[in-house]
């Protein structure tokens, strides 16, 4: 399995939801499907609920795609349907009412476009507590690199959960996620929390763990020359990203590029420059980046 740099949590949880509601979360390797559910008292003495392993096959599923993300209690005509509370979590309380859901499936038909290395899915959540269609939230801030704070407050939503996808290939079992959940209604997910925030609503206290993009090689090329310099994928710590199989994007703001794409294969490559048309004392500039990031670093090369 391809995995995160160990020393980071895997799997992060904050409780500052102020959408008073229970957060479900059930996720494989190829698909994740978040459900939200609200109390409702007292419980209905005949609905469209069942016994405890009918809801039990229920939350261990994932919705179709119809033909994409599909979120459930969008169309008027979905049925309701009602749960103990202890069907969920196995602890007492209100009887409760499944509001939304919301599936991303990576083996779905999504448009290269929107299935991109360097990812922040988020699954947001309406002041009704129903959530909308995951979206990759890089692409909506590319050009301004704003904060994911200015772009939910401007759509006037929060987030329920996030996953943090590196590189377009690996499989969900492989990102760091994220819970926001509501302090007294809590969440439920199929995996064990690293990482526990507690209640802080700081909203930038927790940051995903990015991989950077490391530019090796000589400060110094001879004017009309080439140079082949190392590319490398690392995280934060250092240590090579050894599973990372990948394209970056190359940018010539000064100098030339044969080839615009670096290939990267176990974590490693090689960009090709030349400082063809420039004279002893000016300078070769390359910006290398991922598709929705294209600055993540640059090299300065002095001509001489």
């Known amino acids: 399995m391809l995995a995160l740099n160990p020393s980071i949590p895997r799997n992060v949880l904050r409780r500052a939801l102020k959408v008073p ?9 190829d698909a994740i499907t978040v459900r939200t ?15 405890e392993a009918e ?24 049925p309701e349907m009602f749960f103990r509370r202890e069907w969920l979590d196995g602890s007492p309380g209100r009887p409760l009412r499944l509001l939304s859901a919301a ?3 990576r083996r779905w038909p999504l448009g290269s476009g929107e299935w991109t290395d ?11 507590g129903k959530l909308g269609t995951p979206f990759n939230r890089e692409l909506l801030t590319r050009e301004s690199r704003s904060q994911k704070w200015r772009l939910f407050t401007g759509q006037e939503v929060s987030s329920a959960f996030q996953l943090f996808l590196p590189f377009a290939g690996w499989n969900f079992d492989s990102c760091q996620t994220y819970i926001l959940a509501h302090p007294r209604q ?18 930038n206290l927790f940051k995903f763990q990015e991989p950077r993009i490391v530019i090796g090689g000589p400060g110094t090329i001879p004017a009309g020359e080439r140079l082949d310099l ?23 703001v000064s100098g030339f590029l044969p080839r ?32 929705n990031w294209l600055g993540a670093t640059d090299k300065l090369l002095s001509v001489i």
Do not use: C
């Open 55 to 78: 809801a039990r096959v229920l939350l261990a599923s994932h919705l179709a795609a119809i033909p994409g993300v599909r979120h459930y209690g969008a169309q008027a005509n979905e």
């Open 260 to 291: 615009s794409r670096v290939e990267i294969a176990q974590g490693e490559g090689s960009l090709r420059v030349m400082a063809l048309g420039l004279d002893a004392g000016e300078r070769v500039r390359i910006k290398l980046g991922f598709r």
């Open 186 to 203: 809590g969440f439920v997910a199929n995996f064990p929390i690293d990482h526990d925030l507690g209640e802080t609503d700081e909203p």
């Open 230 to 252: 190392p590319v490398r994928l690392q995280w934060n710590d250092g240590s090579l990203i050894a599973d990372a199989e990948t394209l970056l994007f190359a940018e010539a």
């Open 118 to 128: 360097f990812a922040t899915w988020v699954w947001p959540i309406q002041p009704d």
């Open 37 to 51: 559910f609200a109390e409702i008292d007292p419980f209905p003495d005949d609905g469209p609920y069942g016994n």
């Open 21 to 29: 509601v229970l957060v479900h979360v059930f996720r494989e390797t």
């Open 103 to 105: 599936t991303l499936d």
